[in-house]
T-cell receptor, first 111, second 113 residues
Framework: LAKTTQPISMDSYEGQEVNITCSHN???????ITWYQQFPSQGPRFIIQ???TKVTNEVASLFIPADRKSSTLSLPRVSLSDTAVYYC????????????FGSGTRLQVQP | DSGVTQTPKHLITATGQRVTLRCSPR?????VYWYQQSLDQGLQFLIQ???????AKGNILERFSAQQFPDLHSELNLSSLELGDSALYFC????????????FGPGTRLLVL
């Protein structure tokens, strides 16, 4: 079972780029990494997903290095509304299917 | 609005009791996932069903059980409740059984007194 580690919290200012890293050991080459955003009293909301190199969508980028021991969520030009908790999710597909969330990173964006 | 509905929104019960949480997935989604979120344990995957069959099992206690019905809605049954079962329970759904985007419901907040 993968163990995932995230920083507990991060601070940023509006307009800056924010990079949040998730460390995950023991994942296979076709295991997926997904990032979610969660606001208080709401369910998590999908941000981005990938399993290798780099993925970009309209709101974020996901970088996964060759050793796959970590992944980095990049949020360009954050705004106050990006203040939330961000979770990585590792989906292990080899053998027994397993889904493991990181402990979450609380991002605080200041004006 | 994700399109996933969960009932009830809030539930208060006593230790030793049994409760049932209900989830309706988005239209067209065949997979349903259940998660528990507590302050000290974070988001924990409990179980996944795909088209009525159990697909993956996580840290689900033996006192908990789930099923997915032919109309694809799912129920999570929690029995012999303990104080530590107090948490937010989320249901999520996805189109298939692999790595598609999961859409989360608003959650059911369970308080065990």
């Amino acid at each position: 079972l993968a163990k995932t580690t995230q920083p507990i919290s991060m601070d940023s200012y509006e307009g800056q780029e924010v990079n949040i890293t998730c460390s995950h050991n023991n994942i296979a080459t076709n295991d997926y990494i997904t990032w979610y955003q969660q606001f208080p009293s709401q369910g998590p909301r999908f941000i981005i997903q990938g399993y290798k190199t780099k993925v970009t969508n309209e709101v974020a980028s996901l970088f996964i290095p060759a050793d796959r021991k970590s992944s980095t969520l990049s949020l360009p030009r954050v705004s106050l509304s990006d203040t939330a908790v961000y979770y990585c999710l590792v989906i292990q597909r080899r053998g027994r299917r397993a889904l493991t969330f990181g402990s979450g990173t609380r991002l605080q964006v200041q004006p | 609005d994700s399109g996933v509905t969960q009932t009830p929104k809030h539930l208060i019960t006593a230790t030793g009791q049994r409760v049932t949480l209900r989830c309706s997935p988005r239209s067209g989604d065949l997979s349903v996932y259940w998660y528990q979120q507590s302050l000290d344990q974070g988001l924990q995957f409990l179980i996944q069903y795909y088209n009525g069959e159990e697909r993956a099992k996580g840290n689900i206690l033996e006192r908990f059980s789930a099923q997915q019905f032919p109309d694809l809605h799912s129920e999570l049954n929690l029995s012999s409740l303990e104080l530590g079962d107090s948490a937010l329970y989320f249901c999520a759904s996805s189109v298939g059984t692999e790595e598609e985007t999961q859409y989360f419901g608003p959650g059911t907040r369970l308080l065990v007194l």
